[in-house]
């Protein structure tokens, strides 16, 4: 079994500093051996001299151009290794953070996707454990289990979605990585693990494998809160309507629009209203890869669904 560990970074040779002792110790530490690579998005705040200079067994790729979490893609398709963690530049790892992780993959060969545990950096609160999808007003959204009132269950089970995992290379390829159309970013890993829940492959959640994470380090330099909103409404339009094919569920998220905006207008979250304009902006995309996104899969979106909500109605 070959691993291999990407961590993603942009202007983050403050972050790297955190980042990448811990890193590099569990790599050291796994029985797997795995090589650590950070991916730069074009950087210009001198992360590639920093790694050179003080992480020589790390290496350091150079993008040709920022694609956020999609720079992913194009790496993955030049590695040969079976199992790539994709990361963050903001996180830190306990030491036996791989190998708990690499067991679930040879244990269950439909395994797509494995999460850790994570902790906010202060180490004192839970940030997450696994995720389930889930329904407001009808629209989508993926919530820490121990947000919406689950305990932290130290059992391995199934999770809905995680950005910051480990994934099977070659199954992430098959379903063509990350879609570029939720550029710069926000729930393009619900769109991956949603597509590999239909496709039949599995997502884990793994509690043994611990992390800390500095929450949206790295996006927060980049776009303001109101801008990080109106993105996040943006995407969850564009997952709506490029991936549900259910007809109960899609009638139900098109009647609530109109009381949705006025809601919007009440309280003055202009975001959710700017999210829909700017989703409908891409809507002949959308609809082209809605047709891609309806080919070849097993399961139905309820029978996903179900898999964590059990009778819950949509």
């Not at 691993?3 to 202007?11: K, Q, R, S, T």
């Amino acid at each position: 079994m070959k691993v291999e560990i990407f961590i993603l970074n942009y202007n983050g040779r403050e972050l790297l500093s955190e980042c990448l002792p811990s890193i590099r110790d569990a790599s050291c530490r796994s029985k797997y051996k795995p090589r650590v690579i950070v991916v730069d998005n074009q950087s210009n705040d001198g992360s590639y001299e920093f790694v050179s200079d003080n992480f020589a067994d790390i290496d350091f790729k150079k993008m040709k151009q920022n694609r956020v979490l999609c720079s992913f893609n194009d790496v993955l398709a030049e590695s040969d290794a079976d199992i790539a963690f994709l990361l963050n530049n903001d996180i830190t790892v306990k030491q036996e953070f791989i190998d708990p992780i690499i067991d679930i993959f040879e244990k269950d060969p439909k395994t797509f996707m494995v999460a850790p545990k994570f902790y906010k950096r202060d180490e004192k609160e839970l940030e997450c454990i696994w995720f389930v999808p889930h329904f407001r007003a009808g629209v989508f959204n993926a919530f820490s289990a121990h947000k919406i009132g689950f305990s932290d269950d130290n059992n391995v089970c199934y999770t809905f979605q995680c950005g910051i995992a480990a994934f099977d290379r070659k199954k992430f390829l098959q379903l063509s990585g990350y879609d570029d159309i939720y550029l710069p970013g926000r729930l393009e890993d619900s769109d991956i693990c949603f597509r590999a829940w239909k496709k039949g492959y599995k997502c884990y959640y793994q509690p043994k494998s611990i992390g800390f994470h500095k929450e949206m380090a790295s996006f927060k330099k980049r776009f303001s809160m109101k801008e990080i909103l109106t993105l996040s409404h943006r995407n969850t339009y564009i997952f709506m309507w490029k991936n549900i094919t259910d007809p109960a569920i899609l009638a139900k998220h098109f009647l609530l629009l109109i009381p949705r905006f006025g809601y919007a207008l009440l309280t003055f979250k202009i975001e959710i209203i700017a999210g829909f304009f700017q989703a409908l902006g891409k809507i002949r995309l959308i609809l082209q890869k809605r047709k891609t996104a309806r080919k070849n899969f097993l399961l139905k979106d309820r029978e996903v669904f179900a898999l964590f909500t059990g009778e819950r109605k949509w």
